[in-house]
């Protein structure tokens, strides 16, 4: 049986306890976004979400996995990659970009091909390297597509811009 005192002081641990736990909450966003072509050809949203001839039922994620001290940080990409009706090489890449529009970084998903069918879906679980807020203002994330150089291009309207946190 704990005397008063002690049981006191217990509330008060459970309550700095509670305080600690939710106080993170916001130092640790996470984006949600859906990419989608015109004519549903290039997607990423949420795995398992997506339906032949419409846009993902659910939104992908970054991640942005903050620093504790919230100075970096290391974007994280979790989702489907969907390809309707085409026989395309695609991928998910993220595109580190400083406040004038230069490339910092990149890292992308490993490619998936369409297979002409209604729906094709890859799964995407990547993350990237770990950078400072100083060095990155935003990302683009987006679906790239093979292109006939042997190279990656960004897919009109499956792009998208994230600034970071
Ligand atoms: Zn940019």
Redesign the pocket.
Known sequence: MLKKSNLAAAIAAAALATAALASPASALPIDQVTLDSPGHEFQFGESGSCVAGAVPGAPAELDWNESANGNSVRPEIDGDLCLQSTNAEARVAVVY?DTL?QTVTKFSSSPGTGNGGPLSAFLVADIGSRVSKASTN?V?LQVEKRNAAGGWTAVSGAER?LYVP
């Open positions: 970009h529009g935003h683009h811009v």
